[in-house]
């Protein structure tokens, strides 16, 4: 597998995770697409990231900067047939990678619970109860950044 990952500057890249999102969120876990977009789905307000593998867009996720002291990684997802193959993982540590050189000490997620163990793997610790977000079920998790 020959992934590429790289941050969203163009609006035809920015169509393409949205039909994954729909494709993950909407019809595979039933997220109504109303909950799944919102006002940091663009270029100006939040740093969206693809993950391609023969041009084919396999994987998405973006970096919201609410406030200096909150930055979240949210709408992490990953082509069903290529789950298993470090695709999140491979994303989520280009995203850390990007959060160093800007500085930022702490990121947060949302994360289903159905994700903790990818999330604990990659040094997120929960942080809270859990709570309904978009129907499923989710936790606040946090890592320390170095």
Known sequence: MNLIIKEINTLEDLIKVFKLRIEVFTFE??????EEFDLYDNLSKSSQFIVENEGECIG??????????????????????KRNMNVGSELMERLHYNLVKDEVKVVEISAQTSALKFYKNL???????????AGLEHIKMIKKLT
């Open 29 to 34: 876990q039933n997220c109504p697409i109303e």
């Open 60 to 81: 998405t996720a973006r970096i919201t900067f609410y406030t200096k002291n909150k930055i979240k990684i949210e709408r992490v997802c990953v082509k069903k047939d």
């Open 123 to 133: 040094g997120y610790l929960e942080e809270g109860p859990t709570y309904l977000e």
